[in-house]
């Protein structure tokens, strides 16, 4: 059957849900689409996300593609989705696209943020950040360089995925930005494994707090063993950025 | 008996509470206090705030006194009051003051905050801004020009509110800040009466959408009566921001 296929650009405050996959009937992100899907339409809409968000993660910019059988103003769209979904999810842009392209498989480069407060008790962000104070960002800085470029991520993902084809990945970069009481990691690269960015942001922050010096970071690289070090920074700090495309 | 006065400053993220006071069952600041006071000590203490807040308000700096019969550091009670309380609501600041301090009756300023977002289906905003947008913050000054001094705030109190000995309130100060995309009002005043706050904010909305004149504050002002314009601006994007003592 003829389809007009769909992308979406939505965020959401990972706060109140379980992920963004489906998980039976616990509150996620794919489930809330789903549901939107179908009080507006009356049929199901299979929804493809760009890849998964942890519990607690949000989004800024996750992507999505979908199929339509009828041609509808993206802004219908937009407007349609919005009105049936929970207000903590908001479809931002609709486009048109080629039926080959696909969330996940044409997505060339993602970009997370981590955010950490500074400021404790503050009761604004604490659904937003992770709180750390006394930081030594200049150790993580150092820490950083060793993440950049084509490694073997294997020590920072799961510990429960084996069956993966490779497990190299390439950081284009890592930045540090301070603005005010907190402080932004943004971190690009061709992909991430699961649990990768919380991974390596929780060896960061036992770097920062003094625990380990800096190299330490390539020692655990270099194992390429996920049992070694599982430090895992809280999920609430983390934030699908961006999902680029060709 | 003898007893320790002591104050405490609070913030809380309103989004999940029915307002500051206690009504019944329902989730209220007051109820989480007396709760965490009650589980941590296993006795009831009375909490006295420096004013109401209605639901969904937010603070930054509310105030509140409360007795104990044990003179406690006050380091010790603000930990004990914060792993008791629920991470929404958090106790910044605990100080020994003298035995007539009173949170409400010594209070000589208050300052609340209002919070406007340009930013449409902005999740992480959300719960603590209204949207707005095109606002014209020229028409908006001229407005509050109006709203500053002492006056006659019938006009911008609850309807339900008739047995007040006096209306009359000096607004000391208005301002408007732009950050990105907040827009941010700032009010101080000796006191404001129950929604004046957001009923001056949802005229000075209107205004600034061009529905009525600048002057129009004054026309309302001067008719003291709050049956004539009724605005209100959401809960959500109003904090008290700071109460202030001689």
């Given at each position: 059957m003829f389809y007009y296929r769909y992308m979406a650009v939505i965020a959401y405050d990972g706060a109140n849900y379980y992920g963004f996959e489906k998980q039976n009937d616990l509150p996620t992100i794919e489930l809330s689409l789903n549901s939107a899907f179908f009080n507006w339409l009356g049929e199901e809409v299979k929804v493809v996300g760009s890849g998964r968000t942890d519990r607690f993660v949000h989004a800024v910019g996750q992507t999505i593609h979908f199929d339509l059988t009828k041609k509808l103003k993206t802004e219908v769209i937009q407007k349609a989705l919005n009105s049936f979904?929970?207000?903590?999810?908001?479809?931002?842009e609709v486009k048109l696209v080629?039926?080959?392209?696909?969330?996940?498989?044409?997505?060339?480069k993602k970009e997370y943020h981590y955010l950490i407060n500074?400021?404790?008790?503050d009761v604004f962000k604490e659904r937003y950040t992770a709180y750390y104070y006394n930081l030594d960002l200049e150790a993580m800085r150092q820490g950083i360089a060793y993440l950049i470029g084509k490694h073997n991520f294997r020590s920072f993902s799961s510990i429960h995925t084996n069956q993966l084809k490779s497990f190299e990945r390439t950081i284009y970069n890592i930045e540090i930005k301070e603005d005010q009481d907190l402080i932004i990691f943004k971190f690009i690269g061709d992909g991430f494994l699961k649990y990768q960015v919380r991974r390596m942001m929780g060896l960061l922050i036992e770097i920062g707090k003094g625990?380990?010096?800096?190299d330490y970071i390539k020692y655990i690289l270099n194992l390429e063993d996920p049992k070694v070090c599982q430090y895992i920074a809280p999920g609430k700090g983390l934030y699908l950025y961006k999902v680029y495309y060709e």
């Open positions: 979904l929970p207000i903590d999810i908001r479809i931002i080629d039926s080959d392209f696909h969330a996940r498989f044409k997505a060339i500074k400021k404790d008790n625990k380990f010096k800096a």
